[in-house]
């Protein structure tokens, strides 16, 4: 993915796509790989399966949320943020999200540096091939992005929290 040297400018639902699963990602803006910004929207359906929990060791995230209502695990606990909402997963801490509410929401997300919109564009295109993913696929996928998986949070008695 080229990061984009001139400004720009998108409307709602205008970016370069990338689709994981039944959410729909839209590169806003990346100004850079080393030393710029990512600006991503999701647009998260309802029952999604949320990204798989992880670190990364090399860059910083801010979710802004938009519309809807999304559970976020930060660290070791879990946090509902609803719109206008921000959470902030800095590097080294393990994260993920998922739209809780019943209808469709849309997250901002910033990552620093930009490489970040590299690694989504990554799983998307190993989501997307025909077949069943290969072993440790997506594992392979985060950690060539510096990002590790970690298991999932678990709530009281109710088995993973944030899948």
């Given amino acids: 993915m080229e990061p984009t040297h001139e400004p720009e400018s998108h409307a709602r639902d205008e970016g370069r796509r990338i689709r994981i699963g039944g959410d729909l990602l839209l590169v806003k803006a990346l100004t850079g790989m080393g030393d710029g910004v990512a600006v991503l929207e999701?647009?998260?359906?309802?029952g999604e399966p949320a990204p798989l929990d992880h670190v990364h060791r090399s860059y910083d995230e801010v979710f802004y949320v938009i519309e809807g209502q999304f559970e976020f695990r930060l660290g070791d606990r879990l946090t509902r943020?609803?719109?206008?909402?921000?959470?902030t997963a800095p590097r080294g801490c393990a994260h993920t999200f998922k739209n809780c509410g019943n209808s469709e929401g849309r997250v901002l997300i910033v990552a620093a540096p930009g490489r970040a919109?590299?690694?989504?564009?990554?799983?998307?295109?190993m989501l997307a091939e025909p077949g069943p993913l290969p072993p440790e696929g997506l594992a392979r996928v985060y950690e060539g992005h510096d990002t590790l998986l970690v298991p999932p949070l678990l709530s009281a008695g109710n088995g993973p929290a944030a899948n």
């Fill in 42 to 46: 999701t647009v998260a359906a309802p």
């Fill in 117 to 125: 919109a590299q690694m989504l564009e990554d799983i998307g295109a």
């Fill in 81 to 87: 943020v609803g719109p206008g909402g921000v959470a």
